[in-house]
């Protein structure tokens, strides 16, 4: 009959599991971002030294992406990183504290805003030379297939970084040997202030991974139901076949490349900020979740106030930790030296 949809036309309903992951998801992108304003206000204060690359704006790339993953898989990144580390189950406390230069911080204050590091969590770091991490994500790649575990491999880069040579290296590699390995850019627009247009000359990025022998898929970065599911099918390919991924993800940094530039930079218009701000991940996401039931305004508000104790909470923290010992600056230098077979004797 003309005007009625039929069954299979019809919008399932997200059944329950589906319901409590989307809450999940949304915390999780209200605590970076309200986490990253904060960031954002105790650099201003003097209160965090160094560089600050914040994440506001693409929460969802980090939430979708690494949802997906396992606890044993490894994660790798570069500087701005801090959304990534509390998708991945760092505590507020640690990276907070690693920002302010504290012996409580995930890295031991040592690190900063751009190393943040929890090895037991297999998150492997951010790194502040562009694109020096896209090799090391390959490199914990290869070593799942050489051991014979079925550890996928996640290595988050920006648009900018895949112009460089280790990103063509790597990924011929990747192919070549088929590595479980998941390689996201994260596609903001800009690297820097300049725009993917004036720097690639090809601007659908993900068209490069045809040169490598591996799907290249791209994907609305402002939608995490959407991140989600196609990094569920990279991880799938990863560890069913040893298959990698080229993943562009399109997203949008709502504020400057770093603290040190204005809030927009002055090669972007405000009405282009505006109008990605009107599909907000958190926005969208959470609108979804009213579609169907699963979110009103008293919800949306236990979240926020959840969420802002939690990141009160981690600036305490960090406020009243101590500095590191001037001893530590000899720490973690080098690996332990291995025993000698006649020292091991000898014990």
């Known amino acids: 009959m003309a005007g009625t949809a039929t069954k299979e ?18 915390r999780m992108m209200v605590l970076i971002r309200r986490f990253e304003e904060k960031a954002g206000e105790a650099y201003s204060l003097g209160r ?4 600050c690359h914040l994440y506001i704006g693409q929460e969802a790339v980090a939430v979708g992406t690494i949802s997906a993953l396992r606890p044993e898989d490894y994660v790798i990144s570069a500087y701005r990183e801090h959304g990534q580390a509390l998708a991945r189950g760092m505590s507020s406390r640690s990276v907070m504290a690693e920002l302010y230069g504290k012996a ?26 562009v694109g020096g991490q896209i090799p090391l994500g390959a490199g914990f790649a290869f070593a ?22 280790a990103f063509h290296e790597t990924l011929n590699i990747a ?7 998941v390689f996201v850019i994260e596609n903001n627009g800009y690297g820097m202030g300049t725009s993917v247009q004036r720097s690639s000359a090809i601007t659908d990025l993900f068209e490069r991974a045809a040169s490598y022998d591996m799907p290249g898929v791209v994907v609305d970065g402002q939608d995490v139901v959407a991140v989600r599911k196609a990094m569920d099918d990279a991880v799938r390919r990863a560890r069913s076949d040893s298959s990698p991924t080229l993943l562009e993800v399109r997203t949008y940094r709502y504020v400057g490349h770093s603290m040190s530039d204005a809030a927009h ?15 907000d991940p958190i926005l969208v996401l959470a609108n979804r979740m009213r579609e169907a039931g699963a979110l009103d305004d008293a919800a949306m508000e236990a979240i926020e106030k ?36 006649a020292e091991s004797r000898d014990n």
Not at 144 to 165: M, P, W
Request: proline letters at 6%.
């Open 306 to 341: 959840d969420v802002m104790a939690e990141v009160e909470d981690a600036l305490r923290f960090a406020d009243e930790s101590p500095e590191p010992e001037p001893e530590s600056l000899w720490t973690d230098v080098y690996a332990p030296r291995p025993a000698s077979r």
């Open 144 to 165: 799942a297939k050489y051991r014979g575990t079925d550890q996928v491999s996640l290595t988050f880069f920006g648009e900018a970084a895949a112009n460089i040579g």
């Open 175 to 181: 192919g070549l040997w088929k590595l479980p390995a």
């Open 265 to 279: 930079g002055t090669y972007r218009t405000k009405d282009e900020v505006d109008e990605y701000q009107a599909r």
């Open 48 to 51: 965090i030294g160094g560089f």
């Open 9 to 26: 036309q019809r919008p399932v309903k997200p059944d329950a599991a589906t319901l409590d992951e989307w809450r999940q998801w949304l």
């Open 104 to 129: 409580t911080g995930c890295s031991g204050g040592k690190g900063g805003s751009m190393h943040l590091f929890d090895a037991g969590l297999h998150f492997m770091g951010g790194h502040g030379i």
